[in-house]
C-alpha cells in the first residue's frame, strides 16, 4: 500500500530560527515528490517538485532534498517568518501509466512561528 | 491566488438540507478534483473528472453528487449529510499531459459545518 509519513506531526520554533520537517514514503515505482504549504483556512500551494534524478531543489528560504534510495525527502527553513506558519504537506506520485495519476498524500507537519 | 475558485467558503447545514458546492479554474486546465480534509487526516480523494468525464469516485457515499458541465467548472452537491462530514472540501485542477503528473493547483477551500 502506498504510504506517505511526515515528521513531526507539529512544531513550534521562534522566528528567525532554521527547521527540517521529513517525509518518508514507500509509493513505487516513484515519479516524484512535491512539498505543499497550506495556510490555515486556504487550500495548498506547491512549494518545490523533485523527479527520481534531483536531490535538490531551492525555493527562496525553503529548500527540498530527496534520496530515492531511501525514499526519504526533507523541507530546511531557513530564517524562518512569521508567515511561514502553516502546514507542510508532502505528496508523491507514481510513475505515469495512462490517464489518471493518483497521487499520495501525507498528514502534514504543522508549523508554527513565534516571535 | 492560484487561479481555482470556490463558493461559498464556509457553509453550515443541517442534515436534511440540500445545498452545493461550486468550484471553477481558470487555468485551462483538462482535469478537476474533489477532495476532503479532516482534522490530522490525510487529503482524501473523493472525484476526478478528466476532460468533464468522471474517472474516479472513490467509494464516496452517495449523499455526494459531482456534477461537471464543462472543463472550467465542477459542482458537488450536497443532500442528508452527516455530521461527520463536516470537514474542509477542496477543489483541484491540472493538466494531465500524456507522460508526465502535473501540479494541482488548490482552491481555498469551503469550511462546510453539518449540525
Known amino acids: 500500500k502506498n504510504q506517505v509519513e511526515q515528521s513531526p506531526q507539529s512544531l513550534i520554533i521562534l522566528e528567525g530560527k532554521n527547521c527540517t520537517l521529513q517525509?518518508?514514503?514507500?509509493?513505487?515505482?516513484?515519479?516524484?515528490l512535491r512539498w505543499y504549504k497550506q495556510d490555515t483556512g486556504r487550500g495548498p500551494v506547491s512549494l518545490t517538485i523533485m523527479t527520481f534524478s534531483e536531490n535538490t531543489k531551492s525555493n527562496g528560504r525553503y529548500t527540498a532534498t530527496l534520496d530515492a534510495d531511501t525514499k526519504q525527502s526533507s523541507l530546511h527553513i531557513t530564517a524562518s517568518q512569521l508567515s511561514d506558519s502553516a502546514s507542510y504537506i508532502c505528496?508523491?506520485?507514481?510513475?505515469?501509466?495512462?490517464?489518471?495519476?493518483?497521487?499520495?498524500f501525507g498528514t502534514g507537519t504543522k508549523l508554527q512561528v513565534i516571535p | 491566488e492560484t487561479g481555482v475558485t470556490q463558493t461559498p467558503r464556509h457553509l453550515v447545514m443541517g442534515m436534511t438540507n440540500k445545498k452545493s458546492l461550486k468550484c471553477e479554474q481558470h487555468l485551462g486546465h483538462n482535469a478537476m478534483y474533489w477532495y476532503k480534509q479532516s482534522a490530522k487526516k490525510p487529503l482524501e480523494l473523493m472525484f476526478v473528472y478528466n476532460f468533464k468525464e468522471q474517472t474516479e469516485n472513490n467509494s464516496v457515499p452517495s449523499r455526494f453528487s459531482p456534477e461537471c458541465p464543462n472543463s472550467s467548472h465542477l459542482f458537488l452537491h450536497l443532500h442528508t449529510l452527516q455530521p461527520e462530514d463536516s470537514a474542509l472540501y477542496l477543489c483541484a485542477s491540472n493538466q494531465i499531459i500524456a507522460g508526465a503528473t502535473d501540479t494541482q493547483y488548490f482552491g481555498p477551500g469551503t469550511r462546510l459545518t453539518v449540525l
Open positions: 505528496v508523491v506520485s507514481p510513475t505515469y501509466s495512462g490517464g489518471y495519476q493518483k497521487v499520495t
Open positions: 517525509c518518508n514514503y514507500t509509493v513505487s515505482p516513484f515519479s516524484n
